[in-house]
């Protein structure tokens, strides 16, 4: 069984960066697609980026592209989501997730067929 656990989230003025970290207990495969999403109250969870374990490429949600890093140290088997240049429109719970044995493909931003989902860690961006 895989648990994902995530943390670093808190609160920071527009224009600031955080970074939150995804790290998986128990056995994670060598091609996994990660993915961070993210949900505000009443709305969808909607993908902001993903990454293919294996061949390290990467995705992001056009709102996100230029300020969000998706990155990852498979030794640690962690994954990071670097948020610079946050706006208050990135304020959210966001989740990271994990779907096993396939690489991220066409689709991977949209939170389905994800396996494994962490309990979430809450950015709060002020303006």
């Known amino acids: 069984q895989v648990q994902l656990v995530e943390s670093g989230g808190g609160s920071v003025q527009a224009g600031g960066s955080l970074r939150l970290s995804c790290t998986a207990s128990?056995?994670?495969?060598?091609?996994?697609?990660m993915g961070w999403f993210r949900q505000t109250p009443g709305n969808d969870r909607e993908g902001v980026a993903v990454?293919?374990?294996?061949?390290?490429?990467?995705d992001y949600a056009d709102s996100v592209k230029g300020r969000f890093t998706i990155s990852q140290d498979k030794a640690k088997k962690t994954w990071y989501l670097q948020m610079n240049m946050l706006k208050p429109e990135d304020t959210a719970m966001y989740y990271c997730?994990?779907?096993?044995?396939?690489?991220?493909?066409?689709?991977?931003?949209?939170?389905?067929?994800?396996?494994?989902w962490g309990q979430g860690t809450q950015v709060t961006v002020s303006s």
């Open positions: 990454i293919s374990t294996s061949l390290g490429n990467s």
């Open positions: 128990g056995y994670i495969i060598s091609r996994t697609c």
């Open positions: 997730a994990a779907n096993p044995w396939v690489d991220c493909r066409a689709g991977a931003l949209r939170p389905l067929g994800y396996t494994y």
